[in-house]
């Protein structure tokens, strides 16, 4: 595989992108409007925290089952139809006329998005080599900091314009737009007749949840994403609820990090990329990046204690760009060290612990929120989790190169060469 991407895989890149693109617009759009659903619902944070986190539940639970249907019927079908149900979901959720029936919603939602992630990076080990791979994943990865950059504008606009409900008809109904681009012009790559048939065979699970380096991978991602979720999450609120922003102010300002988080995450990728390219070892240039970016983004607790607006803004957009960072290169480091015949199984069950992230931040965060009246031990517990992450990461992840099945791993010290 040459090191220059070809025309096609752009348009890979692309269509990997818009869909990051619209499942960050569906999935993000409940914490914009929470303030106001909370009020029209009679909700108070703990209960918007389980509604929050609810989406979590499901997606936690569908990511490798999800992940072993795209290894089994390809790519195509599987977030195809994965990408339909979700945005018909995020339209009948303007719907929701209480507490259960939100629920209910986001319990759908997040069993169909849960496809997108184990999908995407099997498409990107699948399809780019290890030189593009950085790159091409940094590149189509941003389209969720896009997704999360114009949800607060679009759903702000909609919801001032007309109401919540209009919001949720329209981004899911604009979601179906990508869903037919994809079925058109998607390729599954085809496999060799070894691989078809190894993907048929049982996943051996108990030798891949014990190796090592999967179960630190999945340890590190958990303690990561529930800074990222938190932030997603409740975000809106902290502006709106303690910094006093209102709803114009607060969409616009919501979309900064995510921006800068867009421009940042091609470049780390290549980053990446280039330092492979220029003799570094696969293992030092994924997780020299993921370390460094996790440590990055543990400062974002001096965002609560500064009384400038301004200064927290400024400081939460380089935390949360640095952990985007970190999160899209642990994903590739999955995707590298995955086996063939259960790419996407391993895929999956990694990003399964950011659903368990998902499920315990939102509500964590709400239970704070309503003891201490502030936002400042949330952050604070978010800060030590990444810490967490940066020192999984750097003694538990051994040598990033695909696992052989059936070959017992060597571990000695930290195998960082």
Not at 66 to 89: Q, V
Not at 101 to 124: D, M, Y
Not at 231 to 250: A, D, H
């Amino acid at each position: 595989m040459s090191n220059k991407m070809g025309g096609y895989q752009w348009w890979v890149v692309f269509l990997l992108w818009g869909g990051c693109v619209i499942q960050t617009l569906d999935q993000g759009s409940l914490a914009v409007a929470a303030p106001y659903i909370m009020k029209e619902l009679d909700m108070s944070p703990v209960m918007m925290g389980f509604a929050l986190s609810s989406f979590w539940w499901t997606y936690c639970a569908m990511n490798i089952p999800l992940g072993l249907l795209a290894d089994k019927i390809g790519a195509k079908k599987a977030l195809g139809w994965s990408a339909f149900t979700w945005s018909f979901i995020t339209a009948l959720t303007g719907f929701a006329n209480n507490y259960i029936t939100l629920i209910a919603f986001r319990l759908g939602l997040g069993a169909s998005e849960a496809a997108l992630q184990p999908i995407n990076f099997k498409v990107a080990k699948e399809t780019f080599s290890a030189e593009q791979r950085g790159t091409a994943v940094g590149l189509f990865n941003s389209g969720k900091r896009v997704g999360l950059a114009i949800v607060p504008v679009i759903v702000t606009y909609l919801m001032s314009a007309w109401s919540w409900r209009v919001a949720f008809y329209i981004t899911g109904i604009v979601s179906l737009g990508w869903v037919a681009l994809w079925f058109f012009t998607f390729r599954d790559v085809k496999s060799d007749p070894a691989t078809s048939a190894a993907a048929s065979e049982k996943v051996p699970w108990m030798e891949l949840i014990k190796n090592r380096t999967i179960l630190s991978l999945f340890t590190s991602k958990f303690f990561q994403d529930y800074m990222y979720i938190m932030f997603v999450s409740w975000l809106p609120s902290y502006l709106v609820m303690e910094r006093g922003f209102t709803v114009i102010k607060m969409g616009w300002y919501v979309s900064i990090p995510w921006i800068v988080t867009f421009c940042a995450l091609p470049l780390v990728g290549m980053l990446s990329d280039t330092l492979i390219k220029r003799g570094m070892s696969v293992t030092k240039a994924r997780k020299g990046v993921i370390i460094g970016g996790h440590l990055i983004a543990s400062t974002i607790v001096f965002a609560v204690y500064t009384d400038s607006p301004v200064f927290a803004i400024v400081l939460m957009t380089i935390a949360v760009a640095a952990e985007s960072a970190a999160s899209t290169m642990l994903l590739v480091a999955t995707a590298e060290v995955a086996p063939k015949k259960a790419s996407g199984a391993v895929i999956g069950f990694v990003n399964t612990a950011g659903g368990l992230a998902g499920i315990v931040a939102p509500v964590i965060t709400g239970f704070l929120l309503s003891i201490t009246g502030n936002f400042q031990q949330a952050f604070l517990v978010s800060s030590i989790f990444i810490i967490i992450a940066a020192l999984t990461m750097w003694k538990g992840v051994g040598k990033i190169e695909q696992i052989e099945l059936g070959k017992k791993e060597i571990i000695v010290g930290t195998n960082v060469s």
